[in-house]
């Protein structure tokens, strides 16, 4: 590895790497004596140890001045020695925020650059790939003292470890002292917790298994995950009081209750400018006491005032061409290697294991399932049944009944999928390792042969056969070189992301709450660190209570989209509406068009067409999935079974639901372990007998599923005068040539209605002669709409168009509307984009006199989907003055300070759009 391999993302005063309780407890020590300061954690959260394996023991915590339980306390969060998950959350993320310190989510450790006895330079892997971080000074507030491992001056860890789970149950009756708890075989003993909320415990056990690469411990997570059930069954059966009960969430991973014990001074013995800040400092006979919560938090505490004592001027480390150490470790070869156990994922190899292939499945979360079990929508909204996900659902059903969820739920328990998802895996022979991040992967000739990650050992090296990317974002398939497109093209935004949480409801079963946070550009670390951060913030309260609390936040971002791959073959939004049939058929997806967007002026005429124009957002409609969706252009030995598969960005919005990933996750991984035993790639399995085994399977169907749109063009000419003419209206704008001179006729001599739906059509066709009819629309006003939901008035939408025919006449209508105080934000951008689009530079002045106006409408409301909260509101401003520098540059008329002043924004899609929009204004295009 050379430097020039890495982009340096940090130069600061001190990096802490590990953002539990004392890497929290470092940094804000660290950042309160005025050190630039970086927290760089793998989980998407902070304080993991109450946040994620839910051990909320801090005695005193109701007198204990400390700021975090002092602030956890202020807001509710705190009673007797116990403390609440969420609140812990949200204090923590503001805590690191008041001191200044910044966070980066998401990232792990690989190696480090020694200069001489100093580290010059933290090599750190996450889905943007591996940079460097440079310091003057590094703490290790890992668990796993995994800078002293990259450091090579680790000893060999423990052969076993133990760690507790714990499990929250709601709605316990009655009084609980002095109750005794079942003994339940092959479990520790349970022991019951208190809870700050009143009718809720928590019940924890411990477990021990082999360390398994003690970094990591997959086998301890995956034995206590696996136990639940048990628990659950023994405590409605033999305790009274839980028979009622519901369980509501459970830790996601565990606490470890063993682990190192060095004994050691927090200084590095051999590298300066290296501390450790972890519960492995003490020895032996103190690690029990040294892992508990507030021991954690003052070690933390101590070492960062240390560290930032020492580092004084001290000047920053080189970067020698020796380059970093140590290389990745190679895992043994497996026939399927599936990278991301997500929603499509976890299908996937739990298909190709029961193929009867070697299936590896590396996952960067503690758990399975993706957004349905993490990220907070156990719920399906469309989709097809079929396949494996069947028996998924009938085993997470039956189980939820044992969690006493039943009529308590709406959809699905999230940790009941998540323990079916592990215990089929299992029964499948898959080598399921989480908290393993893709950095890299390694091509020859144009195959895949290896993937990179960072895992809590360092990196790794896996070898396959066949792959298949589930990562959601096409990471995989991106990062061995497939050609790719993100966001819609007008401003490069992908689709709203979403910050998902959990509260009891009035009834006292489990509500989700799901609204749309903000958006962000999934590829980026540092930005999706931010929208994490952002949605937590969406989330604060200044005091909780029994009724406004939260049960849990998602772990998981609600990413709907990323990168859309280019593949063999591109699904369109017109296939999908059409019903096109292909002979590669292997799968099927059903929706409707689940844009949350509301500026259909940034995104394509087609979606304005369908959304604004002929209302047409929530009509549902099926389609078939060829396979060739799953294979990226160019690239071997690779399928891509995920939301980011070959589509366009149009399509997308139809096929990003739970049930037709998780049969295409199936599909993907069946035609992997077919490749690995026919000897071939999966481009070239034999399709099919791939669809005959997906007929027994139950993905594919016997019976037609998907209906093709049918007409002639006479009947489609004669339904433009009805009342809904939405599928003549589609149909027609996506005709050939032979529907052009009948739609001239209409133009002539049809009634109103049905020449302004000819106009329509004729400008989709990009025919001047559209211009009049839609003019005379624009210059009416008239305020009527389509039916349907996320319309607008005709007059607005007719904007978009007439800026598609370049219409030169219409200029002076729409650069009215730039003056107009009742013209909205979205209006003023449609009229901005249709001006940059005919290309007349007097439409300048209009512009240029709109951006000196001081009452511009810059609030943009996102959607809520469920939870009855509020909108989030962005400040739009942004939006505006780019599309307004954008079309003034189109224009002839560039401005690029007007872009330049957003390329600080602290969100990285602002900035890249803003770029975009500077190259253009700095090489004005003309006229």
Same mark, same amino acid.
């Given at each position: 590895m050379e430097r020039q391999d890495f982009p340096v993302i940090a130069e600061v005063d001190v990096a802490i790497v590990g953002g539990g309780l004392a890497g929290v407890a470092a940094a804000l020590e660290s950042a309160a004596a005025g050190k630039d300061t970086l927290l760089i954690e793998p989980r998407p959260l902070l304080g993991w140890e109450a946040t994620s394996a839910f051990a909320l023991e801090w005695p005193g915590a109701e007198e204990d001045a400390e700021a975090f339980p002092a602030a956890v306390r202020s807001a509710g969060g705190a009673r007797g020695s116990r403390l609440d998950a969420p609140i812990c959350e949200l204090v923590l993320e503001r805590l690191v925020a008041a001191s200044g310190a910044e966070i980066l989510f998401y990232s792990t450790p690989v190696a480090v650059w020694r200069d001489g006895d100093r580290i010059g330079g933290l090599v750190i892997g996450n889905k943007s790939g591996r940079q460097i971080v440079r310091a003057r000074a590094f703490v290790d507030a890992t668990e796993e003292a995994l800078l002293w491992r990259l450091a090579g001056t680790l000893p060999a860890g423990p052969e076993r470890v133990r760690g507790r789970l714990a499990l929250f149950y709601n709605h316990v009756a009655g009084d609980l002292t002095g109750i005794m708890l079942p003994t339940v075989p092959g479990v520790g003993a349970l022991r019951l917790q208190p809870s700050v909320w009143p009718g809720e415990v928590a019940i924890e056990f411990e477990g021990e298994a082999p360390a398994d690469g003690w970094g990591a411990p997959n086998a301890l997570a995956r034995s206590l995950r696996r136990q639940i059930p048990s628990v659950a069954r023994a405590l409605r059966d033999a305790v009274p009081a839980f028979s009622e009960a519901l369980l509501t969430h459970t830790g996601r991973e565990p606490f470890p209750v063993t682990g190192l014990a060095l004994g050691?001074?927090?200084?590095?013995? @051999?590298?300066?400018?290296?501390?450790?800040?972890?519960?492995?400092?003490?020895?032996?006979? *103190?690690?029990?006491?040294?892992?508990?919560?507030?021991?954690?938090?003052?070690?933390?505490?101590?070492?960062?005032?240390?560290?930032?004592?020492?580092?004084?001027?001290?000047?920053?480390?080189?970067?020698? $061409?020796?380059?970093?150490?140590?290389?990745?470790?190679?895992?043994?070869?497996?026939?399927?290697?599936?990278?991301?156990?997500?929603?499509?994922?976890?299908?996937?190899?739990?298909?190709?294991?029961?193929?009867?292939?070697?299936?590896?499945?590396?996952?960067?979360?503690?758990?399975?399932?993706?957004?349905?079990?993490?990220?907070?929508?156990?719920?399906?909204?469309?989709?097809?049944?079929? *396949?494996?996900?069947? #028996?998924?659902?009938?085993?997470?059903?039956?189980?939820?009944?044992?969690?006493?969820?039943?009529?308590?739920?709406?959809?699905?328990?999230?940790?009941?999928?998540?323990?079916?998802? #592990? &215990?089929?895996?299992? @029964?499948?022979?898959?080598?399921?390792?989480?908290?393993?991040?893709?950095?890299?992967?390694?091509?020859?000739? *144009?195959?895949?042969?290896?993937?990179?990650?960072?895992?809590?050992?360092?990196?790794?090296?896996?070898?396959?056969?066949?792959?298949?990317?589930?990562?959601?974002?096409?990471?995989?398939?991106?990062?061995?070189?497939? &050609?790719?497109?993100?966001?819609? #093209?007008?401003?490069?935004?992908?689709?709203?992301?979403?910050?998902?949480?959990?509260?009891?409801?009035?009834?006292?079963?489990?509500?989700?709450?799901?609204?749309?946070?903000?958006?962000?550009?999934?590829?980026?670390?540092?930005?999706?660190?931010?929208?994490?951060?952002?949605?937590?913030?969406?989330?604060?309260?200044?005091?909780?209570? $029994?009724?406004?609390?939260?049960?849990?936040?998602?772990?998981?971002?609600?990413?709907?989209?990323?990168?859309?791959?280019?593949?063999?073959?591109?699904?369109?939004?017109?296939?999908?509406?059409?019903?096109?049939?292909?002979?590669?058929?292997?799968?099927?997806?059903?929706?409707?068009?689940?844009?949350?967007?509301?500026?259909?002026?940034?995104?394509?005429?087609?979606?304005? +067409?369908?959304?604004?124009?002929?209302?047409?957002?929530?009509?549902?409609?099926?389609?078939?999935?060829?396979?060739?969706?799953?294979?990226?252009?160019?690239?071997?030995?690779?399928?891509?079974?995920?939301?980011?598969?070959?589509?366009?960005?149009?399509?997308?919005?139809?096929?990003?639901?739970?049930?037709?990933?998780?049969?295409?996750? &199936?599909?993907?991984?069946?035609?992997?372990?077919?490749?690995?035993? @026919?000897?071939?790639?999966?481009?070239?399995?034999?399709?099919?007998?791939?669809? #005959?085994?997906? +007929?027994?399977? *139950?993905?594919?169907? @016997?019976?037609?599923?998907?209906?093709?749109?049918?007409?002639?063009? &006479?009947?489609?000419?004669?339904?433009?005068?009805?009342?809904q003419p939405k599928e003549a209206v589609w149909q027609l704008a996506h005709a050939g040539e032979e529907v052009i001179v009948p739609l001239r006729e209409v133009l002539k001599s049809g009634t109103e209605r049905a020449r302004f739906w000819a106009a329509v059509v004729l400008a989709m066709h990009g025919r001047p002669e559209a211009a009049p009819e839609l003019l005379r629309c624009l210059i009416e006003r008239a305020g009527v709409k389509p039916e349907g939901y996320r319309t607008v008035p005709f007059w607005q939408s007719v904007v978009v168009l007439l800026g598609r025919i370049g219409d030169p006449a219409a200029v002076p209508e729409i650069a009215r509307l730039l003056q107009e105080p009742e013209t909205t934000l979205d209006g003023l951008i449609t009229a901005i984009r249709a001006l940059g689009r005919i290309g007349d530079p007097q439409a300048v002045p209009a512009i240029q006199a709109m951006l000196a106006r001081a009452d511009l409408p810059t609030e943009r409301v996102f959607q809520v989907s469920t939870g009855g909260r509020p909108g989030v509101s962005d400040d739009a401003c942004w939006a505006l003055e780019l599309a307004a520098a954008e079309t003034l540059a189109l224009l002839g008329a560039p401005n690029a300070a007007l872009a330049e002043k957003h390329l600080g924004d602290p969100r990285a899609y602002v900035r890249r759009y803003a770029e975009r929009v500077r190259r253009m204004s700095l090489v004005p295009i003309g006229i």
């Open positions: 050691l001074d927090a200084a590095h013995p @051999e590298i300066r400018n290296l501390f450790g800040a972890g519960a492995w400092l003490a020895d032996a006979a *103190g690690r029990s006491g040294a892992g508990e919560l507030p021991a954690r938090w003052r070690v933390g505490k101590g070492v960062g005032a240390r560290v930032a004592q020492w580092v004084g001027d001290a000047p920053l480390p080189g970067l020698p $061409p020796a380059g970093p150490s140590p290389a990745a470790t190679e895992a043994e070869a497996c026939d399927v290697l599936v990278v991301g156990g997500g929603t499509a994922g976890a299908f996937s190899a739990i298909a190709a294991g029961c193929e009867g292939a070697r299936v590896t499945l590396l996952e960067a979360s503690h758990f399975l399932g993706g957004i349905g079990a993490g990220g907070g929508i156990h719920i399906y909204y469309h989709g097809f049944t079929g *396949g494996i996900q069947d #028996e998924v659902d009938s085993r997470t059903n039956a189980l939820s009944d044992l969690f006493g969820a039943t009529q308590r739920l709406v959809g699905f328990h999230p940790d009941a999928k998540q323990i079916v998802l #592990e &215990e089929m895996a299992t @029964e499948a022979g898959v080598n399921v390792i989480y908290r393993t991040a893709l950095t890299g992967v390694r091509v020859s000739e *144009g195959r895949v042969e290896a993937a990179e990650v960072a895992s809590p050992t360092g990196a790794m090296l896996y070898p396959a056969a066949a792959f298949v990317d589930g990562t959601g974002d096409a990471d995989l398939a991106a990062m061995a070189g497939a &050609e790719f497109e993100l966001g819609r #093209e007008r401003d490069g935004l992908s689709h709203h992301f979403s910050q998902a949480y959990q509260m009891l409801d009035a009834n006292g079963g489990i509500r989700l709450a799901n609204f749309d946070a903000g958006y962000v550009v999934p590829t980026d670390v540092t930005d999706l660190t931010r929208a994490r951060r952002l949605g937590l913030k969406h989330l604060w309260r200044d005091t909780y209570t $029994p009724e406004n609390r939260l049960l849990t936040i998602a772990p998981l971002l609600g990413l709907r989209q990323s990168r859309q791959i280019i593949g063999d073959y591109v699904l369109t939004l017109d296939d999908q509406i059409s019903g096109r049939r292909f002979p590669d058929v292997i799968s099927y997806a059903k929706a409707h068009y689940d844009n949350h967007a509301f500026d259909y002026e940034n995104e394509s005429d087609e979606a304005a +067409l369908w959304v604004w124009l002929i209302g047409a957002w929530h009509d549902p409609f099926a389609s078939e999935v060829p396979y060739r969706c799953l294979l990226p252009k160019g690239i071997e030995g690779l399928l891509v079974a995920c939301r980011g598969l070959s589509l366009t960005h149009d399509a997308h919005m139809m096929f990003r639901m739970q049930r037709d990933l998780q049969r295409v996750g &199936e599909v993907a991984g069946v035609a992997a372990a077919m490749a690995v035993e @026919e000897g071939t790639t999966p481009r070239r399995v034999d399709v099919r007998r791939l669809q #005959e085994k997906l +007929l027994r399977s *139950g993905i594919l169907r @016997e019976e037609p599923v998907v209906s093709e749109l049918s007409g002639t063009v &006479e009947g489609w000419i004669a339904a433009l005068d009805t009342p």
